[in-house]
């Protein structure tokens, strides 16, 4: 069982940053392939970023060039720092840990743990 809780959601400005972070249990969370999700009220939960063991990342079209993850294995914790906030950005967003080999790491089915949430507001 691997217990995550992100963190560092609120209420931002249009054009302005955020940080969330994700702690994740676990021993080997160094081997973990780690996922951003976010959903909007009425839609469906949607991949925002991933990044795998050896610090690939992959975005989202929508977030690409705004968002960055990174992970710091000696902390057990991957960041996703979001910068140029837009209205349309507002979401709970998920951190998840990937739990299927192969297919794609955009779809949610892939992730086995999940974290609680954490709320992105964007003003416009």
């Known amino acids: 069982q691997v217990h995550v809780v992100e963190s560092g959601g609120g209420l931002v400005q249009a054009g302005g940053s955020l940080r969330l972070s994700c702690a994740a249990s676990?021993?080997?969370?160094?081997?973990?392939?780690m996922g951003w999700f976010r959903q909007a009220p009425g839609k469906e939960r949607e991949f925002v970023a991933a990044?795998?063991?050896?610090?690939?990342?992959d975005y989202a079209d929508s977030v690409k060039g705004r968002f960055a993850v990174s992970r710091d294995n000696a902390k057990n914790t991957v960041y996703l720092q979001m910068n140029s906030l837009k209205p349309e950005d507002k979401a709970v967003y998920y951190c998840?840990?990937?739990?299927?080999?192969?297919?794609?790491?955009?779809?949610?089915?892939?992730?086995?743990?999940w974290g609680q949430g954490t709320q992105v507001t964007v003003s416009s």
């Open positions: 998840a840990v990937r739990t299927v080999s192969g297919g794609s790491w955009l779809i949610p089915t892939q992730y086995g743990y």
């Open positions: 676990g021993r080997t969370f160094s081997s973990y392939r």
């Open positions: 990044i795998g063991w050896t610090a690939v990342a």
